[in-house]
């Protein structure tokens, strides 16, 4: 099996342990025991591009499963490359051979056909939140991920470095820099450099082990900062849209 790959540039991850899967009038739904292939041939569990045929289409385009603590696109063509893109987020790039964690809870699966033809996937694990299949609990002795008490402030910081990915799609989803999110807050961009170490810092005192894996840090712990808050939702639009509003707290 190809080894998982989580994209830098989407910092989110799904892991619910129950994903909904529709492509057209087709609907799904898939547990975290259960492989679910596609592609144009009959043998495939979910038959895309095949009424008509679009024979650029593999007869096993990929699969999805639910492998290491989240789900899992596997990219089965031996040519063709597949796009996730997710809602919202920039798209990722899944070439053949290559397996690629969900970056987000909702994902639209791209597989690109003749004549600039794409055929869609929705891929949805939202629906699920707080039931049985829920995101996955954290192996016995480790610390809790989820989001610890936050203070206002600290919420307009992170909604400030996630807006562009809250917000956008494409190559304008990305992370805010420090100039963006001093303008946006009405603070230096050193204020936020330190209010961003400053919460890291609690953050990983707290117990959240999402952000320990200093290896990575080349592409730097805002990148994981806001991993953390997106996977967890921390910050929602709601966050980015209350930027608007004056901050009552300021420190």
Same mark, same amino acid.
């Given at each position: =099996? ?11 991850? *799904? &892991? ?15 547990? !975290? !025991?259960?492989? =679910?292939?596609? @592609? ?12 008509? &045929? ?7 385009? @990929?699969? $999805? ?9 596997? !990219? ?10 997710? +809602?919202?987020?920039?798209? $990722?790039?899944?070439?053949? @051979? ?17 004549? !600039? ?5 929705? /891929?949805?694990? %939202? *629906? ?14 480790? #610390?809790?991920?989820? #989001? ?12 400030? /470095?996630?807006? %562009? ?9 990305? /992370?805010?820099? +420090?100039? &963006? =999110?001093?303008? +946006? ?5 050193? %204020? ?29 712990? *805002?990148? +994981?900062?806001?991993?953390?808050? /997106? ?13 608007? *509003? ?6």
């Amino acid at each position: =099996m190809a080894p998982v790959v989580i994209d830098d540039r989407v910092v989110s991850t *799904a &892991e619910s342990g129950v994903l909904h899967v529709r492509f057209g009038k087709q609907v799904r739904t898939l547990g !975290n !025991n259960e492989v =679910m292939t596609f @592609g144009r041939g009959p043998e495939c569990d979910l038959r895309i591009a095949h009424d008509p &045929e679009d024979p650029v289409v593999s007869r096993t385009a @990929g699969r $999805v499963e639910f492998a290491g603590g989240r789900w899992v696109l596997h !990219n089965s063509s031996r040519f063709a490359r597949i796009i996730l893109q997710p +809602r919202p987020g920039a798209p $990722v790039p899944v070439e053949p @051979g290559q397996a690629v964690g969900l970056p987000t809870r909702r994902v639209h699966v791209q597989v690109l056909g003749s004549e !600039n033809a794409v055929h869609e996937i929705v /891929l949805d694990g %939202r *629906a699920v939140a707080g039931s049985g299949g829920g995101p996955s609990s954290p192996a016995p002795g480790l #610390p809790t991920a989820g #989001p610890p008490d936050l203070s206002a402030p600290e919420v307009r910081l992170l909604a400030a /470095l996630c807006e %562009r990915l809250l917000t956008l799609a494409g190559a304008e989803s990305r /992370l805010a820099t +420090r100039r &963006e =999110m001093a303008r +946006r807050l009405g603070v230096t961009p050193e %204020r936020v450099e330190r209010r961003l170490a400053d919460l890291r810092d609690r953050l990983i005192r707290a117990g959240v082990p999402d952000l320990l894996h200093t290896e990575e840090f080349a592409e730097g712990p *805002a990148a +994981r900062l806001a991993g953390w808050a /997106l996977r967890y939702g921390v910050v929602t639009r709601a966050d980015v849209d209350a930027l608007d *509003a004056p901050e009552s707290d300021q420190e």
